[in-house]
């Protein structure tokens, strides 16, 4: 059976009832019949003769809601006024706003917001710029960089398109971490021009998340910012995907006692999350990974054309495996999905060593339905909500922000990304760990403060922050 995506749609339906033909008794049971769930009854208006109700009814998808709405539109005594989405009402005039921290309330409020005592702020900066961290909005602010070409499962929708994505990411920096994060929406897919217009704008922000720009573009662009930005530059496609996995994996090897460097590991779908999945891995210990995509098990006795794949075949595949994943997958203890829909089968799952781990992760649907998957794993996590272990980037880039902006951090390196990993990974107890908990909650409060100081902790050792534990305890 084919995985279907389970979010539904929310409908608000405003309607016109004619009181005297028993108009909403017929309204609820057509509602039932055609499979719609009525979650709430509002009255509006009401007169001799007839009533206004708002009712929210709950369908499966858009095309579900389209046909609860026809039936009603057939029953005599009901007028559709108006049907409004409940997500599209969310969205309406954007998710996010600035607010001012302080009232400007009088002349003497203007004078030291604006001119002319603002003009003493701007000098301090000019001759000291570091002061920009104390003294702007920069100490706490992230742009959130996309070019719309990689959304989501949606793929290139352009910069608009992807505009209601990064104003969620940023409600998820503010919520989860205090981060302030604005989305930066580029109308152009090159690379050049991209970088460009990013290290323009950089005096602004304390930090860069690049988001949803396609592959292999995004690698060249986020290496070339790290080079020439002094702020941290984080692709979260690629790295919080990669940090969240790691957390995962530690748990699920602690509950089936296996050590990371005992693991073969496969990965399908060698993208810019599998590539920065597969270097995480390494760094942590992991030996032997293998990656498979379209063409097959990628392997060093072959030269690509693709750069990433030239360097991913180069390190790693130790023992020379060929062949697709029906191959690979043999005897392996741990697979990785970040490709699509049906690539993962019962029969390759059978070829898998005792207690295998699979991280299916393909969104929305996964490389293997979970049902069909969960009598042969020991650990099985994916990327839906809907199902134990969701593997979620939000897991990571709130903390890993607030830790590297808290200490000024120059970079996001390595050592920061495991320690991360190891920080959300800590939050699961020994007692709380089992097959269906191996990642914690979303919003478990602790997680954005444990990966932060784990992130700071890191930044100070490889000597990438700017700020001394000191400093930023007694200013924060």
């Keep these: 059976m084919a995985l279907q995506q389970r979010t539904g749609t929310s409908l608000i339906l405003r309607l016109e009832l004619d009181q005297s033909v028993g108009a909403f008794g017929?309204?609820?049971?057509?509602?039932?019949?055609?499979?719609?769930d009525i979650v709430a009854v509002d009255v509006i208006h009401v007169t001799k003769n007839t009533a206004i109700r708002d009712v929210t009814v709950q369908a499966f998808d858009r095309v579900h809601g389209e046909r609860i709405v026809q039936a009603l539109k057939e029953l005599p005594g009901v007028r559709v006024v108006?049907?409004?989405?409940?997500?599209?009402?969310?969205?309406?005039?954007?998710k996010i706003s600035i607010q001012p921290k302080s009232p400007v309330?009088?002349?003497d409020d203007l004078s030291r917001v604006y001119t002319p005592d603002v003009a003493r702020v701007c000098t301090a900066i000019q001759e000291d710029p570091a002061k920009a961290f104390q003294l702007t909005i920069k100490r706490n602010t992230v742009a959130i960089v996309t070019d719309g070409t990689a959304v989501l499962g949606l793929g290139d929708i352009g910069p608009a398109g992807a505009i209601p994505v990064m104003e969620g990411k940023a409600m998820l920096f503010k919520q989860f971490a205090d981060v302030d994060a604005f989305p930066i929406c580029l109308d152009t897919k090159d690379t050049d021009e991209i970088v460009r217009?990013?290290?323009?704008?950089?005096?602004?922000?304390?930090?860069?998340?690049?988001?949803?720009?396609?592959?292999?573009r995004c690698f060249e662009i986020e290496d070339r910012l790290r080079a020439e930005l002094d702020i941290p530059v984080f692709h979260d496609d690629q790295h919080g995907t990669a940090v969240v996995l790691l957390a995962g994996l530690l748990n699920a090897t602690k509950l089936i006692g296996k050590k990371l460097e005992q693991l073969q590991v496969v990965v399908t779908g060698i993208g810019a999350a599998g590539v920065a999945c597969t270097k995480i891995l390494l760094a942590a210990g992991?030996?032997?990974v293998i990656g498979v995509d379209r063409q097959g098990v990628l392997t060093r006795s072959v030269n690509y054309d693709n750069p990433i794949w030239q360097w991913y075949a180069q390190n790693t595949n130790p023992y020379e495996v060929r062949g697709g994943l029906q191959e690979a997958i043999a005897g392996a203890d741990v697979f990785i999905g970040l490709s699509g829909p049906g690539v993962l089968t019962v029969d390759h799952l059978k070829k898998m060593a005792r207690d295998p781990?699979?991280?299916a992760m393909a969104n929305p649907v996964p490389e293997i339905d979970p049902e069909e998957a969960e009598p042969y794993v020991r650990v099985l996590a994916t990327g839906r909500s809907d199902y134990p272990n969701q593997i979620n980037n939000v897991l990571c880039f709130p903390g890993i922000f607030r830790g590297a902006l808290d200490c000024?951090?120059?970079?996001i390196n390595e050592e920061m990304k495991l320690a991360a990993a190891r920080a959300i990974a800590s939050i699961v107890t020994d007692d709380e760990l089992n097959e269906q908990y191996i990642v914690p909650s979303v919003f478990n409060k602790k997680i954005s403060r444990a990966v932060s100081q784990a992130v700071i902790d890191a930044a100070i050792a490889t000597g990438v922050a700017r700020r001394e534990r000191p400093d930023y305890t007694q200013s924060n």
């Design 26 to 36: 017929q309204l609820t049971r057509a509602i039932g019949e055609a499979g719609g």
């Design 82 to 94: 108006n049907v409004s989405d409940r997500t599209f009402l969310l969205h309406l005039g954007g």
């Design 105 to 107: 309330k009088n002349r």
């Design 197 to 216: 217009i990013v290290k323009a704008i950089a005096p602004t922000f304390g930090g860069i998340n690049l988001e949803d720009i396609s592959s292999p």
């Design 286 to 288: 992991v030996k032997n």
């Design 357 to 359: 781990i699979v991280f």
């Design 408 to 411: 000024r951090a120059k970079t």
